[in-house]
């Protein structure tokens, strides 16, 4: 088993062929707006929970002090 590993570790990374791909402007521009909306998706995830949990924990303190 540990042959067939190395065997294909060496065809797959060290016999490969250049690829000669092209990347064009828009490529970057598109992969900054992916990491961007993803940084804004998990900001907007993270406030609205948040939210919910301070909402959560104050009502638990007004219930206290209504109680006294």
Known sequence: MNKI???TFFFTFLLNNKAFAYLDPGTGSIILQSILGAIAAGAS???IYWKKIKNFFNKNLRKKDNKD
């Open 45 to 47: 995830y993270c406030a």
């Open 5 to 7: 590993l190395i065997i």
